[in-house]
Antibody, heavy 123, light 108 residues
Framework: QLQLQESGPGLVKPSETLSLTCTVS??????????WGWIRQPPGKGLEWIGS????????YYNPSLKSRVSISVDKAKNQFSLKLSSVTAADTAVYYC??????????????WGRGTLVTVSS | DIQMTQSPSTLSASVGDRVTITCRAS??????LAWYQQKPGQAPKLLIY???TLESGVPSRFSGSGSGTEFTVTISSLQPDDFATYYC??????????FGGGTKVEIK
């Protein structure tokens, strides 16, 4: 059964770069047609899509509101994909989820999710 | 951006009640709509996709309908396991993908 697990620092200082990794198990990230994505949820609030990437590393799509600060990449050898968010502020404090689309970004929902990891931005 | 508006934001109901949640899109999204259920401390779980298709393993008491700009998810007979927050999400446009604000279904 496909499982996704987020990992990375739980505390990041303001202005620094948030870096998270999603490790995929029970299946290969190197599989045609699947996109892999990041979504976040500030404490007590709703869900915000950050971006998604094809298993090959391209194409990728970012939320325009975060595009200038976001980078998502794939490491097929490690069966992982990663998120980097630069110049973070307290507003970036959230639970970060990695997830898999059932196919392409614009025609399929997210049907496999990691458990999420809380990242707090604070000095 | 396509804005997704859910109503109500909170819903109080009893076990056995029929419950309906509405999601409206700011422009037509055809049937590219998903519903998710989220319980406290857990990740969202996909319930329905393409507006009306039940994800494998989801109980048949859940149903979805709608197209264009107005969508609903209905729970025909609310069960104790169904008390949670529900989100709609459009995937007609990835610029950006957007979620509704959520509907919390709580015990009356």
């Amino acid at each position: 059964q496909l499982q996704l697990q987020e990992s990375g620092p739980g505390l990041v200082k303001p202005s620094e770069t948030l870096s998270l990794t999603c490790t995929v198990s029970g299946g290969s990230i190197d599989s045609s047609y699947y996109y892999w994505g990041w979504i976040r949820q500030p404490p007590g609030k709703g869900l915000e899509w950050i971006g998604s990437i094809y298993y090959s590393g391209s194409p990728y799509y970012y939320n325009p509101s975060l595009k200038s600060r976001v980078s998502i990449s794939v490491d097929k050898a490690k069966n992982q994909f990663s998120l980097k968010l630069s110049s973070v502020t307290a507003a970036d404090t959230a639970v970060y989820y990695c997830a898999r689309h059932t196919g392409t970004v614009s025609t399929t929902p997210l049907n496999h999710w990691g458990r999420g990891t809380l990242v707090t931005v604070s000095s | 951006d396509i804005q997704m508006t859910q109503s109500p934001s909170t819903l109080s109901a009893s076990v056995g009640d029929r419950v309906t949640i509405t999601c409206r899109a700011s422009q037509s999204i055809s049937s590219w709509l998903a519903w998710y259920q989220q319980k406290p401390g857990q990740a969202p779980k996909l319930l329905i996709y393409k507006a009306a298709t039940l994800e494998s393993g989801v109980p048949s008491r859940f149903s979805g309908s709608g197209s264009g700009t107005e969508f609903t998810v209905t729970i025909s007979s609310l069960q104790p396991d169904d008390f949670a927050t529900y989100y709609c999400q459009q995937y007609n446009s990835y610029s950006p993908l957007t979620f509704g604000g959520g509907t919390k279904v709580e015990i009356k």
